[in-house]
């Protein structure tokens, strides 16, 4: 089984649309993080919440909300989706972070396109 | 905000020849993570290097972080057509613990 999984893994949807992409692992991780990848533009952050309690705003938090349900669920929602959301999302996990940082176990990707 | 940029963009090279993508940061790094994404797939790390003029290598790659901390640099020798994918350059940046990825560079190696 994949530690790290996203669902849906395609979705289309219309603009105005309510959406919401989930994220579920099993890493027993902390940390969790959502990115959006656009051609050119790499990956960008957009939330990242350290344990439950704590939700973070990234580089493009901006017509996104999040909610960690549990240490093992994070989830991602577009609550009026615009067409410039179209993009790849990404799930990420690491462990507790020390001097030296940890790295970033990445999820599937969610393909979502906004009409 | 912090700034991660990577060079080039894009590189097309014949297989055996060598490459080299390079990241600059904005501000001073605390550590940098490098990351592989094969087409249709997940970004995949790589390496993690922390100290000023680290240089770190694993097998045909060669990493290096620069002695102020705000660039680095990923090198393959003689690529092969496994190598195809776009390589990202992420920093960390102390007391934050978030990760700002580079823009990437796509590598296409042509047989």
């Known amino acids: 089984d994949a530690d790290v999984t996203q669902t849906p893994r395609n979705r289309i949807t219309k603009t105005g649309k309510r959406i919401m992409l989930e994220c579920s692992q099993t890493?027993?991780?902390?940390?969790m993080y959502w990115y959006r990848q656009d051609p050119g533009l790499g990956l960008r952050l957009i939330y990242y919440s350290f344990d439950v309690k704590d939700i973070n705003k990234g580089e493009i938090s901006d017509g996104y909300s999040v909610s960690r349900q549990a240490q093992a669920k994070f989830s991602l929602s577009l609550e009026s989706a615009i067409p410039n959301q179209t993009a790849l999302y990404f799930c990420a996990t690491s462990s507790l972070v020390g001097l030296g940082g940890k790295d970033l176990f990445f999820g599937p990707g969610t393909r979502l396109t906004v009409l | 905000g912090q700034q991660v940029m990577q060079i080039p963009q894009y590189q097309h090279v014949q297989e055996g020849e060598d490459f080299t993508t390079y990241c600059n940061s904005s501000t001073t790094l605390s550590n940098i993570q490098w990351y592989k994404q094969r087409p249709g797939g997940h970004p995949v790390f790589l390496i993690q290097?922390?100290?000023?003029?680290e240089v770190k290598k694993q097998k045909r790659l060669t990493f290096q972080f620069g002695e102020a901390k705000k660039n680095s640099s990923l090198h393959i020798t003689a690529t092969q057509t496994t190598d195809v994918g776009t390589y990202f350059c992420a920093g960390g940046t102390s007391g934050t613990y978030k990760y700002i990825f580079g823009t990437g560079t796509r590598l296409k190696v042509l047989a």
């Open positions: 890493k027993g991780h902390d940390r």
């Open positions: 290097l922390v100290k000023s003029g």
